[in-house]
């Protein structure tokens, strides 16, 4: 079976650090293209950033609000792919989803994780 | 970056009745490799997003065939023939061409009356 399963989310104090991984199975991960979406609460949806397979150069692209302070990374050997979080604000408070376009085109996200819990507060 | 827009923002349907939701585009999404990178998607309630329809108008496997999608260029529609109760939920559409960002609309919320 297909599966995106996304841990380590918590609650962290603002200017603080938050890792978060997404362990993937039921198919060749180190093909795929990645990508992190997240969701305020109440909110709509919000592209975060999107590393590529290494075969593809293993590049990473990022959106405006978390360039520089977020990071993207990938362990083909492990499956899982990574979102370190540093300099968190109360802003980055969502639900964090990895996903990927597996059976479609690449972009086209029809594989998501559940969803892990990032709060951000003092 | 591209700003989807989409219309209604909510919208309340009788089961069996029709649906429209519009999306459109800042710039074209049609790509030099003549395909139109828009997607569309369903949160259902407590629910990860789903991909319902990719580059316009192909249906992802599963997606009933009540969902359509359709258009061109910069303005975008999504159909459902005949709604059902288990259609409820937020719709999203999504560019995918001018990359990064990939972005969203901002949702369309849809409830059965």
Redesign the interface.
Known sequence: EVQLVESGGGLVKPGGSLRLSCAASGFTFSNAWM?W?RQAPGK????V??IKSKTDGGTT????PVKGRFTISRDDSKNTLYLQMNSLKTEDTAVY?C?TGL???P????I????TMVTVSS | DIVMTQTPLSLSVTPGQPASISCKSSQSLLHSDGKTYLYWYLQKPGQSPQLLIYEVSSRFSGVPDRFSGSGSGTDFTLKISRVEAEDVGVYYCMQGIHLPPYTFGQGTKLEIK
Do not use: I
């Open positions: 990508s979406v709509g949806l919000e592209w950033g999107r692209d990022y959106a405006a989803y996903t059976f479609t085109v972009d086209a996200f029809d998501w994780g559940q969803g």
